[in-house]
T-cell receptor, first 114, second 118 residues
Framework: DVKVTQSSRYLVKRTGEKVFLECVQDMDHENMFWYRQDPGLGLRLIYFSYDVKMKEKGDIPEGYSVSREKKERFSLILESASTNQTSMYLC?????????????FGEGSWLTVV | AQTVTQSQPEMSVQEAETVTLSCTYDTSESDYYLFWYKQPPSRQMILVIRQEAYKQQNATENRFSVNFQKAAKSFSLKISDSQLGDAAMYFCAYRSRNSGGSNYKLTFGKGTLLTVNP
């Protein structure tokens, strides 16, 4: 079975803290994504990566950065957390082989910034 | 840039009845994929069904089927014999079939919250 694991389901952080959200996939997928989900806004793409050490900005990259040092791991970094970054964050992965281009999602990380 | 629109923020259906969720999209590409994802209260996104734009036949998966109208850029989801477990947020999504860079990303609609009444 395909598995995308987000290490933290629920986090509470203080304004100004540096926050790391970690995501690991076990399917040898080339592509990995970070989405943010807010009520009434659906899922919005923050960053994605189509290869190790490669990254591209999505639709709402401001205030975020990412790291992909290994193929299986894609980290989302909030350099200085702010209250407007309180949200649910979804990690996903995909490739163009075998799985028919389907994107697989993790269970989500709920982040509250106080 | 591609956009996906779900015009029904909420829908409800009686158990065992049929419901159709609407989705329209805008793209200048001729070849792409369309998806419906389900997100139950657990928040785990689950793939319901996928359609390849070059295929004229509508995709079906058990009680779930789509009505894909390429010229109209419409991709609706029909759920037959609705069950209580179908209650969830449903997202329509688009992905380019081209390879390389940003073509791999999914663009989502804002979702339709489906309630199933017993």
């Amino acid at each position: 079975d395909v598995k995308v694991t987000q290490s933290s389901r629920y986090l509470v952080k203080r304004t100004g803290e540096k926050v790391f959200l970690e995501c690991v996939q076990d399917m040898d997928h080339e592509n990995m994504f970070w989405y943010r989900q807010d009520p009434g806004l659906g899922l919005r793409l923050i960053y994605f990566s189509y290869d190790v050490k490669m990254k591209e900005k999505g639709d709402i990259p401001e205030g975020y950065s990412v790291s992909r040092e290994k193929k299986e791991r894609f980290s989302l970094i909030l350099e200085s957390a702010s209250t407007n970054q309180t949200s649910m964050y979804l990690c996903a992965s995909s490739d163009d082989r075998g799985t028919g281009n389907t994107i697989y999602f993790g269970e989500g990380s709920w982040l509250t910034v106080v | 840039a591609q956009t996906v629109t779900q015009s029904q923020p909420e829908m409800s259906v009686q158990e065992a009845e049929t419901v159709t969720l609407s989705c329209t999209y805008d793209t200048s590409e001729s070849d792409y994929y369309l998806f419906w994802y389900k997100q139950p209260p657990s928040r785990q996104m689950i793939l319901v069904i996928r359609q390849e734009a070059y295929k004229q036949q509508n995709a079906t998966e058990n009680r779930f089927s789509v009505n894909f109208q390429k010229a109209a850029k419409s991709f609706s989801l029909k759920i037959s014999d609705s069950q209580l477990g179908d209650a969830a947020m449903y997202f329509c999504a688009y992905r380019s079939r081209n390879s390389g860079g940003s073509n791999y990303k999914l663009t989502f609609g804002k979702g339709t919250l489906l309630t199933v009444n017993p």
